[in-house]
């Protein structure tokens, strides 16, 4: 899996500390797994808070202190990361929390969100030619929007910005698509930041069937299905957004949007 910007970098970590990482990781996630590595991801604005697991498996996982000042930042990532498995959105990436990394000086003493990440999968914004033509008019196109509507969807529910293709990952070989890094959310949902998905229909034809666009209803399917999870789950959503401060009380205007008046507006960024 090619990992974010990861550094070449190695963090030399005794024996009694990779056993310690392995334990959390069967705690959590329910993996025994040998670790080999763990590195600083590298990019990002959290780049000084976040490292990578890298595990014999394949498997990789992220430890991250939020550092970019995003109020609440890390408890928001973990309540996103629960509402995702709640609402069973694609491919959604869980995320657990300790407080028993004090092995890395910045996470001493503070409670650090655990992630495991999609397995194979690597940025949107470091797709190659060929995935992107794959994604674009191949094979994998269908299932590719269906999945982004679903988190556009999500993501216009929960208010969560920041969503440019960095934040995305496609597993190429799986046919899957996550959204990650969530910490910014229970804003007001944009639909400004989800306009670059238009990269992946062909927009002449979008411009000019607009709805009818197969491409387009392929967003809007997926799109449809969240809602639909959504209004399924209102009570348990309900609920967890209630048992904290933070998100208590939040509503979003797009639970009441029906799909065809969203995908509408989404269309208008093609002018």
């Given amino acids: 899996m090619p990992l974010r910007g990861v550094l070449t970098v190695q963090m030399a970590m005794p024996s009694e500390v990779l056993a310690q990482i392995s334990d959390l990781l069967l705690t959590h996630f329910g993996n025994r797994e040998t670790i080999l590595s763990v590195d600083p991801v590298g990019e990002g604005a959290n780049a000084r808070g976040h490292f990578v697991v890298n595990a014999a498996s394949g498997n990789h996982y992220g430890l991250k202190l939020p550092v970019r000042g995003v109020p609440f930042g890390l408890e928001k990532e973990h309540l996103m990361a629960t509402l995702a498995c709640t609402l069973d959105a694609p491919n959604a990436c869980p995320v657990a929390q300790t407080d028993r990394l004090d092995f890395i ?43 982004a509507g679903e988190w556009m969807a999500f993501g216009l529910l929960f208010g969560i910005g920041d969503r440019h293709p960095g934040n995305w990952v496609w597993a190429p070989a799986e046919k899957k698509l996550a959204m990650i890094d969530m910490e910014q959310s229970l804003e007001q949902g944009e639909l400004a930041h989800y306009t670059w998905l238009l990269d992946y229909v062909e927009r002449e034809n979008a411009r000019t069937l607009k709805l009818k666009s197969a491409e387009i209803r392929d967003l809007y399917d997926g799109y449809s299905q969240m809602l639909a999870k959504h209004a399924a789950q209102k009570s348990m959503v309900e609920g967890l957004l209630e048992a904290n401060d933070f998100s208590k009380g939040f509503k979003s205007a797009y639970a009441e949007r029906a799909p065809e008046e969203v995908l509408s507006n989404f269309l208008l960024a093609l002018g």
């Fill in 105 to 147: 000086d910045l996470f001493r003493g503070k409670t650090v969100n655990v992630t495991h990440w999609l397995a194979g999968s690597k940025q949107v914004r470091q797709l190659s030619e060929e995935e992107r033509r794959l994604v674009r008019s191949g094979p994998d196109s269908t299932v590719f929007r269906n999945q």
